[in-house]
């Protein structure tokens, strides 16, 4: 597994066709939602080409949809109703891979203000043991998520809203990477809630004053 700290190393790794497919859906429904994404993205792709002239770049196959739509046709452990307050419609190419609206997904509670779905893409592209996911994050305007650090890389797309950490604020195309020498608690900015897409190398450890009971009673 690759480890990318910089927006353009990844952006490349995904032009070279590295990235696995949860990660690499995580760039191309950036570069969905923001023009200079997709610039820098179709400038990665023309080095890609030059230098690997036989290797396509990545791709999300038919094979790849169909599993994920299988396995999100599972029923969810406690189905909760989906998120209010946001937009229910994803953008692409997010949509066409998870083939539902963010009110057909199995929610999961997490805590108070903060609700998720997993999308078994992740975990079933990760290499065993680890304990990737990806996910989808709904968090209401003004809540913030349980502090925490992470083990990998973890990679939160902003879809819709904004949040706010100690290392900047991110809104709805912005994407943040971070690693085990990140410990950040984001916040939803207050008047719109958020939704972000998010893919994890492995579990988020829970840090600051109350990291070890949240570890028992979140799912997080
Ligand atoms: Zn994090």
Redesign the pocket.
Known sequence: MGFYNEHDEIVMAHAAGLLPPAQALVIETQAALREDVRRELKDCEAIAAALMEDCAPADLSADLRARVMDQLDLPAEEPVAPPSGCDHRLPEPLRGVVGKDLDSLPWRWVMPGLRDCVLPLGAAKSPPGNGGTMRLMWVRAGTR?PA???RGL?M?LVLQGAYR?ATGIYGAGDL?L?DER?D?G?EARAGADCLCL?V?EGP?RLTGRFGRLFDRIVRY
């Open positions: 998520v925490h650090s992470h973890e939160t950490d943040q971070a990140v950040h984001p998010v994890t988020v």
